[in-house]
């Protein structure tokens, strides 16, 4: 049935050629299932949902690669990419394999691992990077819920392939997140390396092999080399939070390795150095993440008139009881229009339910569960709040995406939470504020985007 879904697409949406494209998806689904069925925890309700979400991944993918190419006149070649970072990552990897023209500054990031990519297929196609894309962002879910695994192992009475189950379930239901593996973003391939990132630090944690685990925080290391350098100091921040002392001191000279390693690859091969960028936040200058997207142009256009990204970094502090508003609330579920020509699913992203109802759960874990739960998932929030709190800091709550590879770090207690029945009449009480108060949150957002407040 799943295969037949995928044909059939491929026919409605015509594009990339359909028995090619279609045997790439049975080998993401031959990878995956392969992947899945290593793992101890496997179940018939995993295995549904792994299904469920690489069928959609794939009918996803195919339509937007028609969005691209056959629908706007184009070939597989020559995809049509209105949005600003699928179009410089496009444009950097034909430049790698020299068919490119003039570009504004080189990366030896994402779009020369899809020059790789299109190198080892033989021609210049948009299909298998999009087939490996999709195929990353299903394998990215399955180590995700693993950490929840690791996190809650003796902590709960449900199984492990129960935790893993609802753990996979979660994400895939996060629009902002799953939707990223039918467009041409890096955001699938980030959220694996900090997938592997934690795992690795919680199987340190427990006294397992180490070997694995360095092996697995290499390979994070690499993708976030790749990806997103600015990565390293949240990796930093999580070995502190995660590894005891006495394991810290043996991994301590790997770390340092992969650190130096990082920064240096940021340093000398990218135009525009992460680590330089990261710098001006304590300096006045005028850059700044608040790029101009229509939907958040008019809080951007309000943080910026108020200094935020030119004056000391102590305003960004003043700001921060909004910027983290923004930014929990982002992406606000209306305005779907202004992003449909990126790509047909783009829209999807703003469905963002799953990511509040998750956010809630969490919340009540922090008012009501932080001082009887577990450790390592106090640990893990920790992780996640500094991080989240920085993000915002730094980026003024305007790019909220940045946020996402956390999700595998907050899940474990959302299902902490729903895996102890003691907490279900004060969880039933606190959803009724709660929901209350985001909807009352989205409606003031609603307002002020389509009024003069902030004008």
């Known amino acids: 049935m799943a295969l037949a879904l995928v044909v059939a697409t491929l026919f409605l949406f015509p594009a990339a050629q359909w028995w090619s494209t279609t045997l790439a998806f049975c080998g993401v689904w031959g990878l995956v299932a392969l992947a899945y069925r290593s793992l101890p925890c496997s179940n018939v309700g995993g295995w549904w949902t792994l299904l469920i979400v690489t069928t959609l991944t794939a009918i996803g993918t195919i339509i937007n690669i028609w969005g691209w190419t056959t629908a706007v006149g184009r070939s597989t ?169 006495a394991t810290f001191k043996r991994v301590l000279p790997v770390l340092i390795a992969l650190v130096v390693f990082i920064v240096a690859f940021d340093i000398t091969l990218r135009e525009n150095a992460w680590f330089g960028l990261l710098g001006k936040v304590f300096t006045h200058n005028e850059y700044g993440f608040a790029f101009g997207t229509a939907g958040r142009e008019k809080y951007e256009e309000f943080i910026i008139e108020h200094g935020y990204f030119s004056e000391p970094a102590i305003i960004r502090v003043i700001f921060l009881p909004l910027t983290l508003g923004v930014q929990y609330l982002s992406p606000l579920p209306f305005n779907f229009s202004y992003i449909a020509d990126m790509a047909i699913t783009m829209p999807l992203m703003k469905l963002s339910y799953v990511w509040y109802l998750t956010g809630g759960v969490v919340i009540f874990y922090l008012l009501r569960v932080w001082r009887k739960g577990p450790k390592v998932v106090n640990l893990m929030l920790l992780w996640a709040i500094i991080v989240y709190v920085c993000l915002a800091f730094y980026t003024g709550g305007t790019q909220a995406r940045y946020t996402v590879p956390l999700l595998c770090l907050v899940i474990p207690a959302a299902l902490y939470v729903l895996s102890h029945r003691q907490y279900y009449t004060a969880l039933r009480r606190w959803a009724i504020a709660y929901v209350a108060l985001v909807a009352v949150a989205l409606a003031a957002a609603y307002h002020i985007q389509h009024s003069n407040i902030l004008m």
Not at 221 to 230: D, E, K, L
């Open 77 to 245: 070649a020559e995809p049509l990419f209105t949005n600003w970072d699928m179009l410089r990552y496009w444009e950097e990897a034909l430049w790698w394999m020299g068919k490119g023209g003039q570009i504004n500054s080189i990366q030896a990031g994402y779009g020369a691992f899809m020059a790789a990519v299109l190198w080892i297929t033989g021609g210049v196609s948009i299909v298998p990077v999009m087939v490996i894309n999709s195929l990353v962002s299903v394998l990215s879910i399955i180590v995700a819920a693993k950490v929840s695994v690791l996190a809650l192992d003796q902590f709960t009475s449900w199984s492990r392939a129960k935790v893993h189950t609802w753990a996979m379930a979660i994400i895939s239901l996060t629009a902002y997140y799953s939707v990223n593996g039918t467009v041409l973003l890096k955001e699938s391939w980030t959220f694996l390396a900090m997938a592997m990132c934690v795992w690795a630090f919680l199987a340190l944690r427990q006294g397992q092999n180490k070997r694995l685990p360095l092996w697995a925080l290499v390979g994070a290391v690499v993708i976030f080399a790749v990806c997103r350098p600015g990565f390293i100091f949240i990796m930093i921040i999580g070995a502190v939070c995660l590894i005891p002392w």
